[in-house]
């Protein structure tokens, strides 16, 4: 089945460092790739949509210079949250789809707690 | 954003019961999705419907897309204490590889 490897599952980083979190798509091409952003007890709240060879698409209040997303190949997008603080604090999870997304759903990566000291 | 609607935002069932979770929407979409996601991790698909009426199984795990096309209903029967998580339904309206849209989630709790 389609599986999503997402690296590293834990980070600890002091406040205004940046941390790069990588999402790979281990035995499918994707093309579109997902980052989220989950708080304690609340649901996934979509941050950008990460396109191979493109841009990535930003929600609205999302901040595109906060949180870098490079989408160079087919298998690996990541994410970087630049000058890190503690209010970013959380868990982050990407997802991505193997061939047509509508027909397959979308496989999730095991998420990424980052805590900022 | 919109989200759909799940509630309550907590269940507490026995072992062995079976157990329903509704999930509503005030606008049409053309897939809904149920995930389970355990502490800690990421979500896990259980089932994804796509044609409005489409019923579907997955072991223990029913799942329906309403006639409208604004809801879908997930069934657990008979449940075990691994069952224990947080569900979310999403929706996904046309075109590939288009973002989908989260319910807040519904924390099942099941009792030995």
């Known amino acids: 089945g389609a599986v999503v490897s997402q690296h590293p599952s834990r980070v600890i980083c002091k406040s205004g460092t940046s941390v790069k979190i990588e999402c790979r798509s281990l035995?499918?091409?994707?093309?579109?790739m997902f980052w989220y952003r989950q708080f304690p007890k609340q649901s996934l709240m979509l941050m950008a949509t990460?396109?191979?060879?493109?841009?990535?698409?930003?929600e609205q209040g999302v901040e595109k210079d906060k949180f870098l997303i490079n989408h160079a190949s087919l298998t690996l997008s990541t994410l970087t949250v630049t000058s890190a603080h503690p209010e970013d604090s959380s868990f982050y999870i990407c997802s991505a789809a193997p061939g047509q997304g509508v027909l397959y759903g979308y496989t999730f990566g095991s998420g990424t707690r980052l805590t900022v000291v | 954003g919109q989200q759909l609607n799940q509630s309550p935002q907590s269940m507490f069932i026995q072992e062995g019961e079976d157990v329903s979770m509704n999930c509503t929407s005030s606008?049409?979409?053309?897939?809904w999705l149920w995930y389970k996601q355990d502490p800690g991790e990421g979500p896990v698909l259980l089932i994804a419907l796509y044609k409005a009426g489409e019923l579907t199984s997955n072991g223990r795990l029913t799942a329906q897309f309403g006639i409208t096309r604004k809801d879908s209903f997930l069934n657990i029967s008979a449940s075990i204490p691994s069952d224990v998580g947080i569900y979310f339904c999403?929706?996904?309206?046309?075109?590939?590889?288009?973002?989908?849209?989260f319910g807040k989630g519904i924390t099942l709790s099941v009792r030995p």
């Open positions: 035995d499918f091409q994707a093309t579109t």
């Open positions: 999403a929706g996904q309206r046309t075109g590939a590889n288009s973002k989908l849209t």
């Open positions: 606008s049409i979409f053309n897939t």
């Open positions: 990460s396109n191979e060879g493109s841009k990535a698409t930003y």
